[in-house]
């Protein structure tokens, strides 16, 4: 079973600025195979990325989704208050068929 | 508009078997390329998926949980059913079902119900 770790924990910044959030795989994970969530305190969690790139309907241009094999990153290039969550990485394997999700990075206000 | 509502007990006491059901509304679970899953989040927790059902039929396992699990489905109803036996405190969590759409051979967790909080405890 493919392990996702998350880095950091947990990320203290500003609106404004840019957060760079990292998703490493224990065995190398197909692009297709790789999303973001994001997840608000009392709320669900919310597609932000699929197939590591591209942007679910109606969300913002900041937020892009980059990597290949073990290494995937979620940017979100310019804070904004609303932002500040935790975040998911989540990938599909196919032996066995199934999900697994890191731990989430929580981006806060610093 | 798709939406997703979780219900079942919000208290099962250790060693029972719990019961939940999504509901859900706004496509078909007969439609190519739609599946149901089930995720949980225990308490200040990360998120688990748990199983899922497909349009055609075909069911998926958390494999450490497989042996505890069964997701059916009742296309009529518009209804997805969860069953998780031997219940124990560690199953404590809100239970989440969300709508997958296989689309670019993506799996896209597009839509999530809001959640149902079940608390395992005598």
């Known amino acids: 079973e493919i392990v996702l770790t998350q880095s950091p924990g947990t990320l203290s910044l500003s609106p404004g600025e840019r957060a760079t959030l990292s998703c490493r795989a224990s065995?190398?994970?197909?692009?297709?195979?790789l999303g973001w969530y994001q997840q608000k305190p009392g709320q669900a969690p919310r597609l932000l990325i699929y197939?590591?790139?591209s942007r679910a309907t109606g969300i913002p241009e900041r937020f892009s989704g980059s990597g290949s094999g073990t290494d995937f990153t979620l940017t979100i290039s310019r804070l904004e208050p609303e932002d500040f969550a935790v975040y998911y990485c989540?990938?599909?394997?196919?032996?066995?068929?199934?999900?697994?999700f890191g731990q989430g990075t929580k981006l806060e206000i610093k | 508009q798709v939406t997703l509502r979780e219900s079942g007990p919000a208290l099962v006491k250790p060693t029972q078997t719990l019961t939940l059901t999504c509901s859900f509304s706004?496509?078909?679970?007969?439609?190519?390329?739609?599946?149901v899953s089930w995720i949980r989040q225990p308490p200040g927790k990360a998120l688990e998926w748990l199983a899922r059902?497909?349009?055609?039929?075909?069911?998926f396992y958390n494999t450490s949980l497989k042996t505890r699990l069964i997701i059916s489905k009742v296309t009529s109803k518009n209804q997805v059913v969860l069953t998780m036996t031997n219940m124990d405190p560690v199953d404590t969590a809100t239970y989440y079902c969300?709508?997958?759409?296989?689309?670019?051979?993506?799996?896209?967790?597009?839509?999530w119900g809001q959640g149902a909080l079940v608390t395992v405890s005598s």
């Open positions: 969300a709508r997958i759409v296989v689309a670019s051979g993506s799996y896209l967790f597009d839509y």
């Open positions: 706004g496509f078909s679970l007969s439609t190519n390329g739609m599946c």
């Open positions: 059902i497909d349009w055609d039929g075909d069911k």
């Open positions: 065995q190398s994970v197909s692009s297709s195979y």
């Open positions: 197939g590591a790139s």
């Open positions: 989540q990938q599909y394997g196919t032996s066995p068929p199934g999900f697994t």
